[in-house]
């Protein structure tokens, strides 16, 4: 089972969800739909949060 994202409040560094999207498509060639896809939806949005709190923190 693929790690859960963490609690609210708390962001994973935005290379360690990059990375889990990467394995994620190789898994799956990158074909997306039903659960593959909302699983790729929700690391997508955690990668955003993380760029913008890594870009946030680094101002």
């Known amino acids: 089972m693929p790690p859960s994202p ?4 708390r962001v994973r560094p935005a290379a ?3 990375e ?3 394995a994620l498509m190789a898994e799956t060639g990158t074909w ?4 593959t896809r909302e699983r790729y939806e929700r ?3 955690e990668w ?5 709190e890594e870009m946030t ?3």
């Not at 963490?6 to 409040?9: A, F, K, L, N, V």
């Not at 997306?32 to 659960?35: A, E, S």
């Not at 955003?48 to 913008?52: E, I, K, P, S």
């Open 43 to 45: 690391l997508r949005d």
């Open 57 to 59: 923190t680094a101002a």
């Open 16 to 18: 360690v969800v990059n």
């Open 32 to 35: 997306l739909w039903g659960p």
């Open 48 to 52: 955003v949060r993380a760029v913008h």
């Open 6 to 9: 963490p609690p609210c409040g």
């Open 20 to 22: 889990e999207i990467r």
